[in-house]
């Protein structure tokens, strides 16, 4: 994911997608992106209204085309809706096992911080939740726990570290392998045309 612009409350994002299985944690993403994503499955962007949440437009570089995303059909546009709140301490996941005394002395769980491919150490995060909405899809009404760095001028904290969804079966996270400044792309900003979608009825 690239910030590739922000204009106001209208923020542009790059989207690059590739199966796990055809890269490695190792990956060099700025070069991977400078000689053209190989192997990479899709390649999108789409702009995003910060306050409303709203997917504005969305243009597929793999496809050469505009689309019309609904936005209960896309991740990012609901989770920017949500009201996340705090997880107090003593509600938080600690690291070992569980202290018999009352002032538990375990240190809190905290996501890894990588940052142009190198591990940065002593970084503490901040726990926060929120409920998905009922809209009758495989997230409905699960909650969301998401972690972001305390220090969010030191850090980037445009998007979770770790995210968690709860009452899922088996693992679902999403966590930030890597991270950074300053990535080119190689192609060029969409077509500012943007298509006018008409409904008729019958």
């Known amino acids: 994911m690239h910030i590739h612009d922000r204009q106001g409350n209208t923020v ?5 997608s590739i199966p796990s299985s055809r890269c490695s944690p ?6 991977w992106v400078a000689q053209g994503a190989p192997k990479h499955s899709s390649w999108v962007i789409y702009d995003i209204d910060l306050q409303s949440g709203q997917l504005l437009r969305y243009y597929s570089f793999t496809k050469k ?15 920017l809706r949500l009201t996340f709140v705090k997880i107090p301490d003593h509600a ?11 002032d538990d002395p375990r240190n809190f769980w905290q996501p890894k911080m990588v940052v142009n491919g190198q591990f940065i150490p002593t970084v503490f995060f901040d726990a926060w939740q929120a409920k998905w909405p ?25 998007f979770p570290y770790w995210l968690q969804i709860k009452g899922m079966i088996g693992k679902a996270t999403i966590r930030i392998i890597d991270s950074g400044h300053d990535l080119q792309s190689i192609k060029l900003f969409p077509p500012s045309t943007i298509p006018n979608f008409e409904i008729t009825s019958v």
């Open 12 to 16: 542009t994002i790059e989207e690059i």
């Open 26 to 31: 190792e990956t060099d993403w700025k070069k």
């Open 65 to 79: 085309n505009w689309f019309e995303i609904p936005d209960t059909d896309h991740f990012l546009s609901t989770l």
């Open 92 to 102: 938080r996941k600690k690291i070992g096992k569980v202290s018999p005394v009352a």
């Open 134 to 158: 009922k809209d009758g899809g495989e997230l409905s009404g699960k909650t969301i726990e998401m972690y972001l760095p305390q220090d969010d001028e030191a850090y980037l904290s445009y």
